[in-house]
């Protein structure tokens, strides 16, 4: 399932999970396919800020390490979707744990701005 070598592989569960998720652009792309099946465009205007190298990088990764599955349909124009796999879903009470973090951490600098 993984294509490419993860060094911590094995070692550590945690640097395996950084290993995999290892830029925000990995970890928006998996929050946006929580919601469902999306097209590369799609992925494109909802996460916001990615260049169209990094996403399509990104997205590359994913389906290598068997988090992303990626379907191309035989039409002209092309027409390619992108979903979580079985295991790609398994994140979802990371990115969960890391919203809850979120907020709290953001209403804790507001509260401390006052």
Request: charged share 25%; hydrophobic share 40%.
């Amino acid at each position: 399932m993984v294509n490419r070598p993860l060094p911590q592989m094995g070692l550590c569960p945690v640097a395996t999970t950084i290993s995999l998720l290892s830029s925000k652009w990995k970890i928006l792309i998996v929050r946006d396919l929580l919601g469902g099946t999306k097209r590369y465009g799609e992925l494109k205007q909802s996460v916001a800020g990615v260049s169209q190298k990094m996403l399509t990088q990104s997205l590359r990764e994913l389906e290598n390490d068997g988090l992303v599955i990626r379907k191309v349909y035989p039409e002209i124009p092309p027409k390619v979707e992108y979903r979580l796999s079985k295991l790609g879903e398994t994140l979802h009470p990371v990115i969960d744990a890391l919203a809850a973090w979120g907020t709290m951490y953001i209403e804790q600098q507001k509260n401390a701005e006052k």
